[in-house]
């Protein structure tokens, strides 16, 4: 398997915005919250909104999963 480098909060928040846009989303961007969102021992995000809501996840490689 090959060993990612971890990412960022902010690159996360960028993959998933990014893959939302990319997708045909248009309009507002619910986006994640920092302080709620949490980075997996893996190195994957879990983004989360606010109040706890998931958005969905974004692995070191970039991958992002909706949830």
Same mark, same amino acid.
């Given at each position: 398997?090959?060993? %990612?480098? !971890?990412?960022? %909060?902010?690159? =996360?928040? %960028?993959?998933? =915005?990014?893959?939302?846009?990319? @997708?045909?989303?248009?309009?507002?961007?619910?986006? !994640? @919250?920092?302080?709620?969102?949490?980075?997996?021992?893996?190195?994957?995000? +879990?983004?989360?909104?606010?109040?706890?809501?998931?958005?969905?996840?974004?692995? !070191? @490689?970039?991958?992002?999963? +909706?949830?």
């Amino acid at each position: 398997m090959k060993k %990612y480098k !971890p990412i960022t %909060y902010a690159m =996360a928040e %960028y993959a998933y =915005a990014s893959h939302l846009r990319d @997708n045909g989303h248009t309009g507002e961007i619910i986006y !994640p @919250n920092k302080d709620t969102s949490k980075q997996q021992t893996d190195g994957t995000w +879990l983004l989360l909104t606010i109040t706890g809501e998931r958005l969905g996840t974004v692995s !070191p @490689n970039g991958t992002v999963r +909706l949830t």
